[in-house]
């Protein structure tokens, strides 16, 4: 298994956020493989796949090599977040989410565990998350790892950061999640749908 990977959404009209893919590659190559050439995700996905429907793209990768697998993609159902405080540091995109599996078990069906740290939102177990407060949606600046969609999101403006914890979700009025795949208000629940737990054995 390469160390690595991205998650790429392919859907009729092709790839999306390929260069933010491109560089959030290239970024991995210049931490743990400088001098080395990165991958060229355009040159190697070509021909691009005719789908109907969305379609994740996996593109597994270390400097040796890649693997590249498609599958069509379901937004999964969530009707229920726990918060959960732990210090977890994930700032590539590791092939390796140990930890991640160990939480992910816990949960039942439609159940997402949210990361705090220090009190301070961070991400959810797939995704990063956005806040509304009935004019804006509002992403924390201490994420996890900085996805594609939401630099794409900030980029057009289409979502704000700002330091959110605890305390500051009465202030909201819906969570929602983003990444690669789920796009903004695409997955979205009430934020009473949202508890707040102090360990395992509240699952």
Known sequence: MYPFFET???EKDGFHLLAYHQKRLNDVFLKFYPGEKPWELK???QPVPKVQTKT??????GKDGYQIFYEPYTLRRIEK??????DISYPYKFTDRAEFE????????GEMVVFSREGHITDSLVSNVVFFDGKHWITPTTYLLNG???QFYLEKHRILEKEITIQ??????????IN?????EELVLPITAVEVIHGLEEF
């Open 180 to 184: 690669a795949m789920i796009d903004l």
């Open 148 to 150: 594609v969609k939401r």
């Open 81 to 86: 977040v726990r918060i959960l405080e732990k």
């Open 8 to 10: 790429i959404c392919l």
């Open 56 to 61: 994740k793209c996996r593109f597994v990768y």
């Open 43 to 45: 040159k190697l996905l």
């Open 168 to 177: 500051d979700m009465k202030s909201y009025t819906h969570i929602g999640f």
């Open 102 to 109: 160990k939480y992910a078990s816990l949960c039942k069906d």
